[in-house]
């Protein structure tokens, strides 16, 4: 765990409340830093927010804006959530801004102080834009306590984290819905129709305005790029940079941003090629995993996606993979124990797969169960000590396409492990 982490786990309580009392009060304390930043794009969902957070702020930055993002959780080191104009905060920055938060913040949670810890540095350090991921849920996030965004993104919404949302996919709906707020507009990415009842009735209550993928806009895949369609143009743009037919339409959601925020064509397009969002289908080319990999002749990828929506995307990417370019697969899984790890696997079931389950420090499931959850699905799968036996059992029976995955925590301990991997 880096020093940062450890930090903020020995001096704030480490639960989950959702509630926005404590977070607007420890913001007044600090002079309301959430209202001092430049104008905001705030986004929530329960898929995708990440990969478009990255999406729209590599427009923005080929624009030649100054942005801010922040974003959870990290994967290696606890810097990689707050960057400042374009920068990653420094240990030296961030620990001089947590000793100002541990000085007034009592009770508040890790997130709510990591939060307010985001605010503050970004409104002390000029930018032209910030772009705000929501942590869990929306409306009693903490990061909620930003009463005008310039624009609000609802990002794909599904069933996840049911202990703090629930297992309706209304109630999570509303949840995410919560983040619309009058006068900014929503863009939405495609949503089910009941998803989409409780996002246009919020709308209403709050005027928020809306601009609806498959209603007002689309994008779709065609001849190697990316085609923007709404009412007003169509627009012939490159692929974006990260795998998977998911990230068309996160590329649609963000350009539809992007155009909103009036960011040019030009730097639309060099966005989409330039962008970067690692344990997202990432290619791992370098450390121990990727050397070991390479050294048999194996492609090696990394996947943070933990539930249900995200094995579906990641099934659909390695099954196009493996139409064009068939090789022996194995998938290396770990997961939290509160995951919905048979959701997972069966969105999984029409691979065909040799599963290795490994566990990670911290809540992951046993590797043992996790393997006859798999097997129940279908696959054949044998718990492993782990990430480097599972890979080198893999490797002993040939697979030439290796995903390790279902987990941002394993991704992080597999990209942790040596320094060129980090994320910068």
């Not at 290696?76 to 100002?100: H, K, M, P, Q």
């Not at 709510?112 to 970004?122: G, K, R, V």
């Not at 959601?253 to 970067?276: N, S, T, W, Y």
């Not at 044998?382 to 991704?411: K, M």
Request: proline fraction near 5%.
């Amino acid at each position: 765990m880096d020093p940062i982490s450890q930090r903020l786990l020995a001096r704030h309580p480490q639960r989950i409340d959702l509630s926005l009392d404590r977070m607007r009060a420890l913001c007044a304390t600090l002079g309301n830093p959430q209202n001092k930043l430049p104008p905001v794009v705030h986004v929530a969902g329960t898929n995708g927010k990440g990969s478009t957070v990255a999406l729209i702020r590599a427009i923005a930055e080929a624009a030649g804006l100054r942005v801010h993002a922040y974003t959870s959780p990290h994967l290696v080191r606890f810097n990689e959530r707050i960057r400042l104009a374009g920068t990653l905060i420094s240990d030296e920055a961030l620990n001089a801004i947590l000793d100002r938060i541990e000085a007034v913040s009592g009770e508040a949670t890790v997130f709510e102080s990591t939060t307010a810890a985001a605010f503050l540095a970004m409104s002390e350090t000029p930018a032209d834009l910030a772009i705000v991921e929501v942590g869990l849920g929306g409306s009693l996030d903490a990061t909620n306590v930003i009463d005008r965004p310039l624009l609000s993104v609802i990002t794909p919404v599904d069933l996840d984290h049911a202990e703090f949302l629930g297992d309706k996919i209304e109630g999570v709906a509303a949840e995410k819905a919560g983040i619309l707020k009058a006068g900014a507009r929503g863009v939405i990415a495609r949503q089910s129709e009941a998803v989409m009842a409780v996002i246009e009735r919020r709308a209403a209550e709050v005027n928020s305005p809306l601009t609806v993928m498959g209603v007002d806009f689309d994008a779709w895949a065609e001849r190697g790029g990316l085609v923007y369609q709404d009412q007003e143009r169509f627009l012939d743009l490159p692929a974006p940079a990260l795998s998977g037919p998911h990230q068309f339409d996160n590329a649609g959601v963000a350009v539809a941003a992007a155009l909103e925020l009036d960011l040019p064509e030009a730097a639309i397009a060099a966005g989409l090629k330039a962008v970067r969002w690692p344990a997202r289908m990432q290619r791992l080319t370098a450390g121990p995993y990727a050397e070991k990999a390479q050294a048999a002749d194996a492609e090696l990828w990394l996947d943070g996606g933990h539930n249900p929506h995200a094995g579906r995307a990641m099934a659909r990417t390695l099954a196009e993979r493996q139409a064009r370019a068939p090789r022996p697969l194995a998938l290396i899984v770990a997961m939290l124990a509160n995951k919905d790890a048979g959701g997972f696997f069966e969105a999984l079931k029409g691979l065909d797969a040799q599963v290795f389950t490994v566990a990670f420090d911290g809540a992951a499931a046993d590797p043992a169960a996790l393997a006859a959850v798999a097997q129940g699905r279908g696959f054949g799968a044998l718990p492993t000590a782990s990430v480097d036996e599972a890979l080198d059992r893999a490797l002993a029976l040939g697979a030439g396409r290796i995903v390790i995955c279902g987990s941002l925590y394993l991704a992080g301990e597999v990209l942790g492990a040596s320094p060129e991997t980090w994320p910068t």
